[in-house]
């Protein structure tokens, strides 16, 4: 609010809504590498591309760190996928013990007349 002579004059009221932009991978992947190659500065390539250059930085720390995974052999990966599948069904079995075990304590609980509505 300003103050003018006698009375009291509101600023006008501004919005300033910014659209949140959604980059393609494609995009990023190109302007990561650019940032990666060092032909021009990071602040240089936000310019030239309209973004931040905390994102270009971002961008290309992340395809720095996921290069060496590309030359990755196959074994490795087949490796990984199957711990992962372990994993997976180590944790479904869990989950059928752990909804078997509640719906025996919910039965029994009916049985000797405790009422389930008190719950924590």
Do not use: Y
Not at 6 to 28: L, M, Q, Y
């Amino acid at each position: 609010m300003e103050l003018r002579g006698i009375g009291v004059v509101k600023a006008p009221h501004r919005t300033h809504e910014r659209t949140r932009r959604t980059h393609s991978a494609e995009f990023k992947a190109r302007v990561a590498l650019e940032a990666l190659k060092g032909i021009k500065t990071v602040n240089q390539i936000a310019q030239e591309e309209g973004v931040l250059t905390v994102q270009v930085s971002t961008w290309k720390k992340e395809l720095h760190g996921k290069l060496p995974t590309l030359f990755e052999s196959g074994a490795k990966q087949r490796h990984d996928d199957e711990k992962a599948e372990r994993n997976r069904a180590r944790l479904e079995r869990k989950v059928g013990q752990l909804t078997i075990e509640k719906e025996f304590l919910e039965k029994k609980c009916v049985q000797l007349g405790i009422d389930l509505s008190e719950r924590p």
